[in-house]
């Protein structure tokens, strides 16, 4: 029982450093196409948070499980995932949260026509240069 227990406590991913800002942990993620951890640590900022950014947030979350999805080759999902989560960030400004949310966008939107010519069968190339998000300093 001792050893079930002590496998359990390695297993459980350490807690960031604490000041390590989570928008920037998520962001590096995401740009490492880590899409899944990604989407993790930025869910549970979502989940503390209260302010106007939760939708952006909610927004941004979708977008990195949209590109889980597609890499597990669930394009319905990733298409779905994509549109709603662009949908969720149109709302805010640009330059939300210090985001280039308009590059970003931009990418999701043409991945998101690519996704949909996959599902058709008008598209071959089963392929897509995932988009990198851009965060200005401070």
Sequence with gaps: MIVAV???RAMVEP????G???????????????????????EDLWKREHG?????????IQICAAYHHFQ??????????LERGAQKMRSY???????????????VDHDRE??????????ENKVIDFPRIERKLQ
């Design 15 to 18: 807690e960031p450093p604490a």
């Design 52 to 60: 106007k950014s939760k939708v952006f947030l909610q927004g941004l």
């Design 72 to 81: 597990n080759g669930n394009l319905i999902g990733a298409e779905t995932l």
């Design 93 to 107: 400004p640009a330059d939300y949260l210090r985001i280039d949310a308009a590059k970003l966008l931009a990418h």
């Design 6 to 8: 002590l496998f359990r």
């Design 20 to 42: 390590l800002d989570p928008v920037d942990q998520g962001i590096r993620l995401f740009n490492e196409e880590y899409f899944f951890e990604a989407h993790e640590v930025l």
């Design 114 to 123: 690519r996704i949909r010519k996959m599902q058709r069968g008008e598209e």
